[in-house]
């Protein structure tokens, strides 16, 4: 009885390793596709291309639910390795729970994977940031267009205003 629970506790940790490699296997081409759309996308932005922006936008959405995807399974993985008992809390905990020496390859891999995705998060943060600005003077530059170069004062007489001096300074009010 014993043995056919160790032998059922190897099969789930083999499955659970093999998991893990395909996850990374998936991961790593789109983390990378991600980071060399970025880098055009960037490139656009300079330029300001926005048919190439607007295509690289398209890529980007698939990819991003690829992600998501790949991210889900790790999060299945996970959950299924706290199930058995196993460290859930990360990859490498998980490795290491299941006896993976830390020189295995597999460790530099899942680093690599958390180097590409602090890249891919600095650069998308960057390129909202670039967005949201271009988006506020392009709004500035609107409003002054529609107000023939002159800017429209905060408060101004005549809007939301009676010529009376309000309910505590006018009895008539």
Request: aromatic residues 6%.
């Amino acid at each position: 009885m014993h043995a056919e629970q160790t032998a059922s506790t190897q099969t789930t940790q083999r499955q659970l390793l093999g998991q893990t490699v395909g996850i990374l296997n998936d991961l790593e081409p789109i983390q990378k596709q991600l980071l060399n759309l970025y880098q055009e996308k960037s490139k656009a932005l300079k330029q300001v291309d926005v048919a190439l922006i607007e295509q690289l936008g398209v890529l980007e959405e698939q990819l991003t639910r690829d992600l998501q995807f790949v991210l889900l399974r790790r999060q299945q993985l996970l959950q299924a390795a706290e199930q058995q008992g196993l460290p859930a809390d990360s990859m490498q905990n998980l490795l290491s729970g299941l006896g993976v020496e830390e020189s295995n390859p597999i460790f530099q891999r899942i680093y690599d994977a958390q180097e590409r995705s602090q890249a891919l998060r600095h650069e998308s943060w960057v390129q909202w940031i670039v967005s949201q600005r271009s988006y506020h003077h392009y709004s500035q530059i609107l409003e002054l267009i529609a107000h023939a170069g002159k800017k429209v004062p905060t408060y101004s007489r005549g809007q939301n205003e009676n010529n009376t001096g309000g309910a505590i300074f006018d009895a008539s009010a």
